[in-house]
């Protein structure tokens, strides 16, 4: 089976997507769209240029909604215009209005796939898409907390001197200022976190805040990021493509809260197979529904404009 790839967005996230998925020969066609159409042509040429180079071939298209009716996978990762913004909930208003244009066209193209978003408020925005499409929540999910619980395990795999591969554990709630580490979850080697510290003095909240804060880090020095949210996306990408049953943090719908949230959820070729809710603490319990009640807030302010 040909394993086709639609990617709304060529700016900096998308077109790494589409670098992460061509490298790792992760489909077979990839269908770049923009509405600068002339960033699309160019980016998929140059993709193209690496064919020679790569393990497999994967064939780019650029700027052809009708060939997303055939597509697995539909990827969103429409950026707003400024970049720099601390909160992303400021991107709302912008985000918002690409998203309810680009929906109604690849639902006009056919498309029953699976849509995976990116962009920001990831949350918000992700909801905005599943009603815009009316496909069922199951198959429309976000990146959510992935690249956050990726950053966590840097952060607490630097702290500790462990290959951040070994740690696990999830960031969830909001893909947003109202995060939380949820280190009930966390361990190294089968062990928690807190256990492993023992009388080493550990200052929590600052690597909660590290956490949170990595991508303000890198917006400050480079102006945009890419590497992670991409590498993130080609994975999620990965497990649908391949009915992986695979474990990811994201933002997946809550039937409980009404809202789209980060947890950890099982991803298959139709996308969220089911969510995993972990058993948090009183604390993190806590956090988690205010996390939803800012997203649900966004939503609320969303609608009435």
Not at 129 to 137: A, F, N
Not at 142 to 162: C, I, N, Q, W
Not at 182 to 201: I, N, Y
Request: hydrophobic letters at 40%.
């Amino acid at each position: 089976m040909t394993r086709k790839v639609g990617i709304i967005g060529a700016g900096h996230v998308g077109a790494d997507v589409a670098f992460s998925l061509v490298t790792q020969g992760l489909c077979d066609i990839i269908v770049l769209l923009d509405e600068n159409e002339k960033k699309a042509v160019s980016q998929s040429l140059e993709l193209r240029d690496m064919a020679s180079l790569t393990a497999s071939r994967v064939q780019v298209i650029a700027n052809d909604y009708s060939e997303l009716h055939d597509a697995d996978v539909l990827v969103i990762a429409v950026g707003p215009k400024t970049l720099l913004r601390e909160d992303r909930l400021e991107e709302l208003a912008e985000t918002r209005a690409a998203v309810r244009e680009v929906i109604p066209r690849v639902i006009a193209s056919g498309f029953g796939g699976v849509i995976i978003n990116i962009t920001n408020p990831c949350d918000v925005i992700t909801q905005i898409i599943q009603q815009t499409s009316g496909l069922p929540d199951s198959q429309v999910f976000g990146t959510g907390t992935s690249l956050d619980t990726a950053r966590m395990k840097r952060v607490v795999g630097e702290f500790f001197g462990f290959d951040p591969k070994s740690v696990t554990g999830y960031v969830m709630g909001e893909h947003g200022e109202s995060q939380f580490v949820a280190w009930s979850t966390v361990t190294l080697g089968g062990r928690p976190v807190a256990e492993l510290a023992g009388d080493r003095e550990v200052d929590w909240a600052k690597m909660d805040d590290a956490v949170r804060g990595g991508g303000w880090e890198i917006l400050q020095g480079k102006g945009w990021t890419s590497f992670g949210i991409a590498t993130a996306s080609a994975r999620l990408v990965d497990a649908v493509l391949s009915n992986a049953q695979s474990v990811y943090p994201v933002s997946a719908w809550d039937d409980e809260l009404s809202v789209y949230i980060g947890q950890p959820a099982v991803i298959g070729k139709n996308g969220i197979v089911q969510t995993l809710q972990p058993e948090l603490t009183a604390y993190e319990g806590v956090a988690y529904h205010a996390c939803a009640r800012v997203i649900t807030a966004a939503l609320k302010s969303e609608h009435e404009k």
